[in-house]
């Protein structure tokens, strides 16, 4: 019988709304991140480094993109006879079939997958998180404790810590109590929503709780392995992590990477981060063209201006267009004289001739304040935006539009334009 000594369980499920049009047709691990990757690319790199080579992926939303990209895994060397990576989406069963409806519940249905490796341990990782961790420390971490559930931490600042699962563990580790989004924490190790279980502890909780409806590991499985009294310890990191789960971080952590030394260093020999790469030619930059502080993508043609941005594969920047603190990503083309200003622009979109987006005074933003907010102005993929244009700052524009869309030629900041459908 196939025996591993632990294999990882990858969620990637999510919907992402706090992305806006970014996940719109796309689930959030298969966002584009620092110009060629996506954002799995990071917890898969992270398993192949650290020696799990067998990694189930939780699929549900949107997921046509991500199953191209992960393929059978060769990238990320996890094209196994035995193991290797395996895309999970719901499927019908005899009797009761459902969705997956929480984390928790994801995992239960994959208990037959699990099952099939009979392993030890088995890790539980999030699909839409940028960072490196050797997951193979954490487990000689749990094994030393001998521990049930170790749970990844990090500090938080205080004031911030209210927004997490808060942690409070004693000097050894041992987690005494659980803290979800606590107005008052006593404490500032936060989840990162990074769990090892042993298989055993695993496997039962899940049978127990399998009637629990959107049953979730924060909510549900922890407090109840805790409150049998099993052994919980919490594993502090302290490395970068970043949650991209709002434009706002995400335009941050893209921007992060464009430091003279960036905090997180995508070109370490030793901790490489693989993806699926595509046979492009190599960029193309005009003799007129001007490239400050950038990441610039394979297949890229810059004949305009682009400062302190992430340029993606493919991408056309054409005759007298600037690019400022804005993420271009793959096949975009802006046409000449456009001029973006903390600007994301997803995949496959046009930016018409003379086009400005980024401009005038920030105000919120009308349909979803919480979303479309940063300053940013955000184009959806297949966008198209006509010549001569002017979109303000916490915007949001999807579909063909067309010069008719724009009163007196402008989108004021706050609005926004929806001709594809994709602003839930």
Not at 97 to 125: D, H, K, R
Not at 261 to 267: G, Q
Not at 274 to 296: F, G, H, W
Request: hydrophobic share 40%.
């Amino acid at each position: 019988m196939i025996k591993k000594e632990m294999i990882a369980m990858l969620l990637a499920g999510g919907q992402g709304s706090r992305l806006g049009v970014l996940t719109s047709k796309v689930a959030k691990p298969a966002v584009a991140f620092g110009g060629k990757y996506r954002i799995i690319d990071f917890p898969l790199s992270n398993c192949i480094n650290s020696g799990i080579d067998t990694v189930g992926v939780l699929t549900q939303y949107q997921p046509l993109r991500l199953n191209t990209h992960i393929g059978i895994g060769i990238p990320w060397d996890l094209d196994k006879n035995v193991g290797g990576v395996s895309v999970l989406p719901p499927y019908e069963k005899v009797g009761k079939t459902e969705w997956y409806t929480g984390t928790a519940n994801a995992i239960y249905q994959n208990l037959a997958y699990m099952e099939s490796f009979n392993p030890e341990y088995v890790l539980i990782l999030s699909g839409d998180h940028i960072y490196k961790m050797d997951y193979e420390v954490m487990l000689d971490f749990h094994k030393a404790h001998g521990a049930d559930v170790s749970i990844a931490v990090m500090p938080v600042p205080m004031e911030e810590a209210s927004r997490f699962g808060i942690i409070v563990a004693d000097d050894n580790g041992k987690i005494l109590e659980f803290q979800e989004k606590p107005k008052e924490p006593k404490s500032n190790l936060a989840s990162m929503g990074i769990y090892i279980f042993s298989w055993k502890a695993l496997k039962e909780a899940l049978i127990t709780l399998k009637d629990q409806s959107n049953c979730d590991f924060g909510k549900h499985v922890i407090p109840y392995c805790h409150e049998k009294g099993e052994t919980l310890v919490a594993y502090e990191y302290n490395g970068y992590w970043k949650d991209v789960g709002t434009l706002g971080s995400y335009w941050e952590a893209n921007m992060e990477l464009i430091d003279i030394i960036p905090e997180f260093n995508l070109y370490e020999e030793f901790w490489k981060i693989y993806t699926k790469n595509d046979i492009l030619p190599p960029q193309y930059v005009s003799e007129d063209a001007v490239i400050e502080r950038c990441l610039v993508g394979d297949g890229s043609e810059i004949y305009g201006k682009a400062y302190n941005s992430i340029i993606g594969c493919g991408v056309v920047i054409e005759e007298g267009a600037v690019v400022r603190d804005s993420i271009i990503m793959q096949n975009t083309v802006i046409r000449a004289g456009a001029v973006l200003d903390r600007a994301i622009v997803a995949e496959n979109a046009v930016i018409g001739e003379n086009a400005e987006l980024g401009v005038g005074e920030a105000v919120p933003n009308r349909v979803k304040p919480s979303v479309y907010s940063f300053g940013l102005a955000v184009v959806g993929e297949n966008t198209v935006i006509p010549p001569n244009v002017k979109i303000g700052k916490n915007t949001a524009v999807t579909g063909e539009t067309v010069p008719e869309d724009y009163p007196n030629g402008i989108l004021e900041s706050g609005e926004t334009l929806d001709k594809a459908g994709d602003v839930q």
